[in-house]
């Protein structure tokens, strides 16, 4: 449309009105204008229905209407087109009203109205228009993908583990019934299905916790992350020769609290897992930095090499081969998403064959970055 | 409950059956166990007379043609049969469902567990619970 | 699947100060007394589950997970508070466990037409309490899913 010539319709009671537009257009550098006017508020209406113009210019005064009327009842009708209200010197009052009822500009009549003011409203109330309809289809698309996440949760909770079980429970039952006919060849393989069916099972469930982050939300309350970390320890319960000490008082934020326990929790009990021999350390603290509290989980584990830095955090990426570690690459890429969600950060650093320290960030006034 | 009372399963996977029947077998328990492959298998079952009328029900709710929380609206509605106690076992771990089971008086939610043992443990702990609880036998 | 970590909330409704005491004992040698709360008759049960009167302050009374329930209860009866809680969208929710010495036929029925979890004799010798207590303990708490806490 940017080449062809934009067709303008002027509602307005006043045929000098139309003559000083129609002329003000005609002097338009950037763009060529088509004028149509017409001069009350039901011809306004029945051609704002038509849709054949790309901008409105709605004149406040129309007789025993008004301007701000005529651009609620286009609105009504769905119009997607910028409209823009031309009102008298001096009244502030309608300006505000019109911009807050959706009017993409307003302008001022009289002396200070020129050529040059009437096409720049008109180019960017189109520009802002195009915005605000390209603002709406990318919700409209993200309201339907996070609909279609929710339906893809479900149907794979439901649908992808019942056979799974069933696969499960007939490998238990052919060792139980028939192991005695079985060689150890024979044996080895069921309990190989065995251990492929469970990897499966965390897997789906592993799924299902990351999709539930987005979905699921709790109230926010004030949490005491000392109690928080506390209980996160209780619940873990290390190995006696693993150490884990809080070095400073935590904060109070406000959070939902099962979000920030799986934190804590996904980052302690991956210090535990990565720890590698039976003593060790586990430190957790804090500080604060430019409006954000700063959270580190440190460890004297096994180490990450910086090329994996990113790596560990994206879902299903575990460092272990398949066959040999339980985990299933979700805890850290949960905490990632978490944190984001509340509008923080998170990363690691670490020495191979030493320590590993996560961090991660939330702003000390939370805002909820949820759609 | 006592261990003579008759127990209806509404269960439309027949390894699930399976599971039930096996694993009642091994838990000692000798209820007589009725299976409804659906909602609409269920109600025809206890609408009729010859049959015994369960002191307990197992309930899957993913199920075709009448799912179990239909067949639960449905029962709790009826005053001859709301009496009976229903344990819904699912796979499904979504909140919705476990709010509107617990909203249509369920006696509990459980989760099916990937592996056979484990089921057996879980079926054994609601066998006992219900052991232990009375039920109307009047009716 | 397990109650580890969770904090588990059981509401008590009992008149009785000896049988509480059983109770709390019983909870406690199973290790499930985690957050327990007590109220003496259905009156002061509405009060504590719609945060009125004494209990006004939510913090003072969390949501239960599980409500045992004495039907012999001065002023409101557990019978009538059955019937509120279960006629109330917000908390019909929670699962009810009768446990009572009643063991009048009029009386379960009565219960499970309202909607009751499940109705249990209460025992008068400790060695069942505490036996009970654990196998409603396993039961609600470690294979049972309940619904999340959050009230919508």
Known sequence: MASDICRVLLVDDDEDDYIMTRDFLSEAEQLTFKLDWVDSYPEGLAAIAQNQHDVYLLDFRLGKEDGLELLQAALKLGCTKPIILLTGVGDHDIDQKAMATGASDYLVKGNTLSATLLERSILHAMERKRGEIRQAQLMAELATANQELKDFAYIVSHDLKAPLRGIASLAVWLLKDYGDRLDENGKEMLQLIDGRVRRMGDLIDGVLQYSRVGRVRDEKTNVDLNQVVAAVKDAIAPPVGLEILVDSELPIVFVEKTRIQQVFQNLISNAVKYMGKPEGQIRIGHTTDNGFWQFFVSDTGIGIEERHFEKVFQIFQTLAPRDQSESTGVGLAIVKKIVELYGGRVWVTSQVGHSSTFFFTLPQTLEDRDV | ?139 | MSSKGKSITILVAEDDEDDRLLMQEALEENRLANDLHFVSDGEELMDYLLHRGNYSTPTQAPRPSLILLDLNMPRKDGREALKEIKADPDLRQIPIVVLTTSKAEEDILRTYDLGVSSFIAKPVVFESMVQIMKMLGTYWFEIVELPDRASR
């Open chain 2, 1 to 139: 409950m006592k261990s003579s009372d008759p127990i209806l399963l509404v269960e439309d996977d027949r390894i699930d059956v399976l599971n039930v029947k096996r694993g009642f077998k091994d838990i000692h328990a000798e209820n007589p166990l009725y299976v409804a492959e659906n909602g609409e298998v269920a109600l025809e079952f206890l609408r009729n007379s010859q049959n015994p009328k369960p002191a307990l029900i197992l309930l899957d709710l993913n199920m075709p043609r009448m799912n179990g929380l239909e067949f639960l609206r449905i029962l709790k509605n009826d005053p001859g049969w709301r009496l009976i106690p229903v344990i819904v076992l699912t796979t499904s771990q979504e909140d919705q469902d476990r709010r509107h089971s617990f909203e249509l008086s369920a006696a509990g939610y459980i989760v099916k567990p990937l592996d056979y043992d484990n089921f057996v443990k879980i079926l054994q702990t609601i066998y006992q619970y219900w052991l232990l609880s009375q039920s109307f036998e009047g009716g």
